[in-house]
């Protein structure tokens, strides 16, 4: 906060230069603690009380008995508010200090030196300083032994308390009684904080009156039921009869705190007369608060017999009378928030009078309303049993789903996978499946799709925990259904999303859904295989649905231009292998894993370490699956970047036979023998080659293999229409969705259903113009293929293009030591060849131009998350011009 002055060198403060304030940089924390505690200046007096604690722990416990205690005994009398009401929010943690530092001379220290500073600070006038002086009464009073809590802290309370000149002090008392009652125990409430409130409900200031009817529910928990309603239930009734408006109003705010400290059967009888006396008051302001609290109430009651029928219709009278009153929006937000449990306590007996009332709260103009009802539809759900879920609110949770205020849609995403656990029938799934592709359609927010990507796991869980229906196969089928119509796109969709943390969270989810949409995956380990990834269980052996499900990953992800998707695999394949037996894993995704370990893209590596070491270390799941284990060890012989390689030095891993990296190699199971001849833009070498976003292919545009559903929409993740699913007709969706048995002869057993469209051939690029530069952005294109191109990327390697170009015709452009670096090495070969007496021809700058080189380019995506592209190529060397033709170009071209 202040300068810390050279030797010999003074900062002057204040008003006047005698003001003088030091700080050397030499202080010592006990002579600086001493220079600002002592110090004229009231900021720096606050910077002591700040650091007070931090200075304890540097200088130890004797300095501080010796020297900072007397400092703050001293500034508890400060002139300045804002020090003492600093100085008291620092007292709980100087306390644990001084106890924890010597537990018996230090216990002492805060009984003899700390409470009495408490209790002058108490009685303060201003009500900051007085306030956190309770505080820090009620944090020291957890330090104490039984002794002192009633002979140093109850008898400052009861001081404070009979403080007649002062009715904020017995106020402030009033509330410490309150909160100190738990620590306190049962016998000192009894014998004296019940007496005390009694007494003070008869207060003559209405304050005070007020103070207490809002305080009497933690010392009523202490207390026995009997002691409440024999002692303390009286003197409350006095506060709900009193002559201010203003405690019958604090009196109808803490009612049901009070009737919730007793027993259930204990609740009824005594406290619905109160209900119906303020629902009755003549203020209208103790009438509102009573309205708000009357579904708390009715739910506090527990059993339907114990609700009178009064309340009950009193209720549903206030949720219709909201409806034409725009000023009671607090009040349908309260009815809204009490609503799941006034029908689980009344039941289905009584939802015929609620009905209505449902409704209308979920239609109520005000959003904070709505997602209130949102966020407990789910409870309602549970309280009325599958048929009335299914008649009565699966439309309202429908039109929950598809609100246009983003916090209602929030609010009820959360509890999909209960609904679908709660409305088991396959019409009720249909309804809640085109309910979530509607509110995708909508979900132009990230934070809606990172919701829907956590509701994965919950959503196949409930379907995974669906009962057995006596129609068996209409069960399954129904299930099936809903997990390849909605769950396998949305997983995919997510997957692929422009947001890091949207990927993240729904390839997390990878486990559950290939355990829902493939089950045979996770079949028991004993089933076949060897675990070596070399086809013991192969695709073949698959179901054909499963079998293009785990296609597609490989191709559309593992194989994928876009790094994104490349590091999406990576993760799902971590959450996958902790489920899935290691020989299935092995047979099936294993060596498309393995070959990201050597990507061109230092990301890509760096997640695959990241993940993935854990599981090849020596003991790890995969810890002697060889391929794995190779693949890592590689890469820690041929990584260079250095934290990348922190992530590998670390591990043990077992020991292989030489003829272990050799395998790395080989063909993926089944997935390199597809009929359409492999994917030709990908490189063998470590799943990527150039294919990747560190390669410049000539003639080619740069593209992302999308991961999209092909089945209606053309747009992006995150736009509008990006899984408008229902775009086409239910029986084509069920089609393009639902695989069928391949037809002999025909290859269509290899191909998934949502294959993405074929990749163009490259066509020769044609010459571009040095001048010629980017007019405007790139036009998307009208096929379909807008999904498969990353623009940004693009628009990177094209103007890496025009500036080498540049260089290589503008001499000016190019820096006059790299021109003559590379003239010394044209001159080194020139020497070399000149002993063979061969000629060197000229270097080709156009030439030049056309060799392989990357783009080094920070991706950053809409939540925040850089993702940089890396490990680029240097670029090949371009023609050396000397100086002095150098000159002469540039003469030249301002001749012309």
Known sequence: ????????????????????????????????????????????????????????????????????????????????????????????????????????????????????????????????????????????????????????????????????????????????????????????????????????????????????????AEVAKVVSDEYTLARLLPAFTKLVEDAHWGVRKAAAESLVSLAMSLRADNRQKP??????????????????????????????????????????????????????????????????????????????????????????????????????????????????????????????????????????????????????????????????????????????????????????????????????????????????EMTWSVVVPFFLQLCSDVVAEVRDEAARAAARVLRQAAPELFEDPGACGTGEGNGGCPLSRLSPPAARLVRHLVRNFAHCRSFRNRMAYIRMCDSIVRETPPHKFADVLLRPLARLASDPVKNVRHCWAATMVPHARQGGRLGQVAILVAAAQRLLKREGDAEVRRLLVAAQFAELPDAADSALSGPESDLDLESDGGEPWLAREGGTGASSEC?????????????????????????????????????????????????????????????????????????????????????????????????VEDSLVEQAEIERELDSTFVARRLLPEAREQEAALALQALATASSEQLLPAPNAEDADGANSSVEADQVNDAGKEEVAVDAVPAASESVLSPDLMSEDLAREEAE
């Open 271 to 480: 406290f619905t007369p109160l209900m119906d006396q303020l629902l009755a008051d003549a203020s209208r302001w103790v009438r509102m608060s009573a309205v708000q609290q009357l579904g708390y109430f009715i739910a506090a009651l527990e059993v339907p017999e114990r609700v009178p029928q009064t309340l009950l219709d009193q209720y549903v009278d206030i949720i219709e009378q909201t409806k034409a009153n725009p000023d009671a929006a607090d009040i349908s937000y309260h009815c809204a928030y009490t609503f799941a449990a006034v029908v689980k306590t009344m039941g289905q007996a009584q939802w015929c009078s609620l009905r209505g009332s449902f409704e209308s709260l979920c239609r109520d103009p005000q959003p904070k309303t709505r997602k209130a009802m949102a966020a407990s539809v789910h409870i309602v759900a549970e309280a009325l049993g599958e048929e009335l879920t299914e008649l009565e609110v699966l439309k309202q949770c429908e039109s929950l789903l598809q609100d246009t205020a983003n916090e209602v849609r929030l609010a009820a995403l959360r509890n999909v996978a209960t609904m679908v656990r709660l409305a088991p029938r396959d019409a009720s799934h249909r309804r809640i499946s085109k309910a979530l592709q509607s509110t995708m359609i909508k979900a132009d927010n990230w934070r809606l799709r990172h919701l829907v990507a956590s509701q994965l796991n919950g959503i196949c869980e409930a379907l995974a925990s669906l009962p057995a229906s006596t129609d068996s196969g209409a069960a399954v089928s129904a299930v099936q």
């Open 695 to 791: 390669t410049d292919i000539a003639g080619e545009e740069p593209e992302e293999e999308t991961s999209q559903l092909e089945i209606g929409g053309n747009s992006p993740v995150g736009n509008s229409s990006a899984l408008d699913t229902g775009g086409a007709p239910r029986g084509k969706l069920d089609e393009a969705i639902l695989p069928e048995e391949p037809s002999a002869g025909t290859g269509g057993g290899d191909e998934f259903s949502f294959m993405p469209p074929p990749r163009p051939q490259p066509q020769p690029a044609a010459p571009r113009s040095p001048q010629s530069m980017p007019s405007g952005p790139r036009q998307q294109p009208n096929d379909g293929d807008s999904l498969r191109v990353d623009y």
């Open 1 to 216: 906060m202040f300068g810390v002055r050279k030797p010999q060198s003074k900062l002057l403060a204040g008003r006047a230069a005698s003001d003088n304030v030091e700080v050397d940089e030499n202080y010592t924390p006990l002579q600086r603690a001493h220079h600002f505690g002592t110090s004229k200046l009231s900021l720096q007096r606050l910077v002591f009380v700040n650091e007070l604690v931090d200075a304890a722990h540097d200088v130890g416990y004797e300095a501080t008995v010796a020297h900072l205690l007397p400092i703050v005994r001293k500034l508890a009398s400060d002139g300045e508010v804002l020090v003492r009401q600093s100085l008291v929010g620092h007292f709980g943690d100087l306390a644990g200090f001084l106890i924890q530092a010597n537990p018996d001379r230090g216990y002492q220290k805060v009984v003899d030196d700390m409470l009495p500073v408490v209790s002058l600070l108490l009685a303060e006038k201003q009500g900051e300083v007085r306030q956190g002086a309770a505080d820090a009464l009620t944090t020291l009073a957890s330090h104490l032994r039984p002794g002192e809590r009633s002979d140093q802290v109850l008898m400052a309370l009861i001081s404070l308390s009979h403080n007649n000149d002062d009715e904020d002090a017995r106020g402030t008392a009033v509330q410490l009684l309150n909160g100190l009652a738990e620590a306190l125990g049962q016998d000192l409430c009894r014998q004296f904080v019940g007496v005390e409130l009694i007494s003070l409900c008869e207060d003559p200031a209405f304050r005070v009156r007020k103070a207490t009817a809002s305080n009497f």
